[in-house]
DNA sequence: TGTGTATTTAAGATTTGACTTAATTTAGTC
DNA sequence: GACTAAATTAAGTCAAATCTTAAATACACA
């Protein structure tokens, strides 16, 4: 899961959101920013390992717009915990979630 | 977003798996782990730092559940890319999608 | 009150990550 | 072919993250 690496820079999140209003060439994306070429360039490339973003090539301009691959794992890996989660709460642990008096369970040490 | 930071590190990502098949002391935590003891305690800090769990004091112990809140905000914030992406998603940008040949619009530099 | 257990906090070493400038690649134009 | 534009790769620096061991805290029970 590299997914959450690559997201875990607030750049990286920001570029993604500019991706999804509409694809954009890496120049486009980088005026958005106040660091240089070659970093944007990396982040980019981070994005790309993590299926979170597609190029596509359009003579020296390097377009750039989301891949869903990457979105989906991450929707993918989230359901899976809400998956188990919710099947292992039971009534107890519901009360517990929302802050009514626990049934302190002591145990000796 | 802090919680991308949180499920950045593998290991993070690891105990809250954990923790969606129930509640956890912190030491049976770490008996999943081959580090310390205070390498956990840090983990389950940051975890905690991004409401991704709770904590309960039994004793001594330190019990640890997941909580909604983390996971509740990253899907927010994925719900909130989709939203805006399929929103945009023209004929065109299927098409591309699908890999079918694309249009490849040139534009003088 | 003293001892053992569970866990966290503190301090320091090492690794990983993001940025910069300089050099390289690729494409189009004159 | 030489020149410009757009972007990436390379190399080095600085900051942030993670781990370790040692010390501190909190609790239970004899």
Redesign the interface.
């Known amino acids: 899961?590299v997914t959450?690496?690559a997201?875990?820079d607030?750049k990286r999140?920001r570029i993604?959101?500019l991706l999804?209003?509409?694809?954009m060439a890496a120049g486009e994306i980088n005026k958005h920013f106040r660091v240089s070429g070659p970093a944007i360039s990396q982040h980019l490339k981070v994005l790309r390992e993590a299926h979170l973003v597609r190029v596509?090539v359009?003579?020296?301009?390097r377009v750039y717009?989301?891949d869903?691959k990457g979105?989906d794992e991450?929707?993918e890996?989230?359901m899976?915990?809400?998956k188990?989660?919710s099947g292992?709460l039971d009534a107890l642990?519901r009360a517990?979630?929302a802050d009514l008096p626990?049934e302190?369970?002591?145990?000796k040490?």
Chains 1, 2 share one sequence.
Not at 104 to 107: I, L, P
């Open positions: 899961m959450f690496t997201l875990a607030p999140r993604v959101e999804a209003t509409g694809e596509r359009d003579a020296q301009r717009s989301l869903p979105l991450l929707e890996w989230l899976g915990i809400r188990f989660w292992r642990e517990l979630r626990p302190s369970k002591k145990r040490p």
